[in-house]
């Protein structure tokens, strides 16, 4: 299958500081990255979508000026937390289509803990 | 809302036994239907079905659709430990392929 690559795998911070998660897809060009939250035992819950060159199509309920999406690229898409609090902490992972009705292959989730 | 729902929500079986786990849907303009097993990290995919009464294998796997009745089932045979993992169900909707995912069937095969 196509490798989806996210970073980091694991980040600690500070409440009320920013993180930056990156997804790329190394070996095919991604339309469209999608990005979920998973707690603990939970399944994933799917923040947004997002088109390379558009802005991000949110989720009831989630923040877009708390959880920043980027898709400058067709192989990049960036989420950033910001002004992060502990209840931010969980599971965020990403994952990439490349053309429309094909399977979204996923990163590896980065474990976001904030302290 | 779209929905999907799996069942059971967890399930110990022991190794050798032959699994069903179920996944049914309500979601506004269906696409596919995708079958993932997630182990401590992202999920990896297993199956993606579009089409009803066309069962996929894979190995020990297999998956079939029925878009009447609105659910999926995914078998395992002759468990073994390795196949110990949450298996999550996700229907694709929309022009954007946006996947909504069940709450996952946690499966343990002991020995």
């Known amino acids: 299958g196509a490798v989806v690559s996210q970073h980091p795998s694991w980040v600690i911070c500070k409440s009320g500081t920013s993180v930056k998660i990156e997804c790329r897809s190394l070996d095919f060009q991604a339309t469209t990255m999608f990005w979920y939250r998973q707690f603990p035992k939970q399944s994933l819950m799917l923040m947004a979508t997002s088109n390379e060159g558009s802005k991000a199509t949110y989720e009831q309920g989630v923040e877009k000026d708390k959880f920043l999406i980027n898709h400058a690229s067709l192989t990049l898409s960036t989420l950033t937390v910001t002004s992060a609090h502990p209840e931010d902490s969980s599971f965020y992972i990403c994952?990439?289509?490349?053309?429309?009705?094909?399977?979204?292959?996923f990163g590896q989730g980065t474990r976001l803990t904030v302290v | 809302e779209d929905k999907v729902v799996q069942s059971p929500l967890s399930l110990v079986v022991h190794e050798g036994d032959t699994v069903t786990l179920n996944c049914s849907y309500e979601v506004t303009n269906f696409r596919s239907l995708l079958w993932y097993k997630q182990e401590k990290k992202a999920p990896t995919f297993l199956f993606m079905l579009?089409?009803?009464?066309i069962e996929k294998k894979s190995g020990r796997l297999s998956s079939i659709l029925d878009k009447k009745e609105l659910f999926s089932i995914l078998n395992i045979t002759a468990t073994q430990t390795g196949d110990s993992a949450v298996y999550l169900c996700?229907?694709?909707?929309?022009?954007?392929?946006?996947?909504?995912f069940g709450t996952g069937t946690r499966l343990q095969v002991t020995l």
């Open positions: 996700a229907a694709t909707t929309g022009t954007a392929s946006k996947l909504t």
């Open positions: 994952s990439a289509q490349g053309a429309l009705n094909t399977e979204a292959f």
């Open positions: 579009t089409s009803s009464g």
